[in-house]
């Protein structure tokens, strides 16, 4: 189903630290805040906590089963992210292990964006791989034994996974505070969590749309 939600943006980059809140419900650059300890131009290292969004509310679902297994918590994650931009591109890694105990699992992504200046409109495509672990897909999509006796769906124990994603983000000045910000992104689910009987797709997609403003 299509799902039409409002969503804050911010994104806060001092010299010291930092605050990124993006648009993306699916992306693995998760809500996050950081401190630099590396802040270059063409470098930046930082110390960060992430919010983990990954979660399942079984009282909010249609299915009758569905609603008699335990509920998945989200968690904060604490990592640390590094981007390296050059002549040829942006690189970025990303890595992030829960800190609050409820998926006891870490998350890794690595990807490459290409900005393109075409005047008043920038437009960054991007690619990217997201590494996720064992216990973090065991909890999320996993079906323990007590659960499969209760509501009748298949035990299942996920294996750690690699998931591709692609996004297309872009903006159109309007004055120099103000533009217009889009952007979409797709996921592609590996066998580890698209065979999880308590998952019915295999790809992943969103899209936003908003008008940001920049304080001087």
């Not at 323990?144 to 690699?162: K, L, V």
């Amino acid at each position: 189903d299509i799902k039409l939600l409002p969503e804050p943006y911010l994104e806060i980059d001092s010299k010291y630290f930092y605050i990124s809140f993006p648009c993306q419900a699916n992306t693995p650059l998760a809500p996050s805040a950081g401190i630099h300890l590396i802040n270059t131009s063409p470098f930046t290292l930082n110390v960060k906590g992430s919010f983990m969004k990954d979660q399942l509310e079984p009282d909010d679902n249609d299915h009758g089963d569905m609603r008699l297994l335990d509920k998945r918590k989200a968690s904060l994650g604490g990592g640390i992210d590094i981007t390296a931009r050059t002549a040829f591109g942006i690189f970025s890694l990303d890595a992030s292990m829960d800190i609050l105990g409820n998926n006891k699992g870490m998350m890794a992504s690595a990807a490459y964006s290409l900005p393109l200046d075409l005047g008043s409109i920038e437009i960054t495509p991007t690619v990217g791989v997201l590494w996720q672990s064992e216990d973090y897909n065991t909890y999320y999509y996993g079906v323990t034994a007590s659960e499969s006796i209760r509501s009748g769906i298949g035990q299942y124990e996920a294996d750690a996974s690699f998931t591709p994603f692609a996004s297309l983000a872009g903006s159109i000045n309007i004055t120099e505070q103000f533009k217009v910000v889009v952007s979409a992104e797709a996921m592609l689910l590996p066998a580890e969590i698209k065979d999880s009987p308590i998952v019915d797709e295999s790809l992943t997609w969103s899209a936003f749309a908003g008008l940001s403003y920049t304080f001087n």
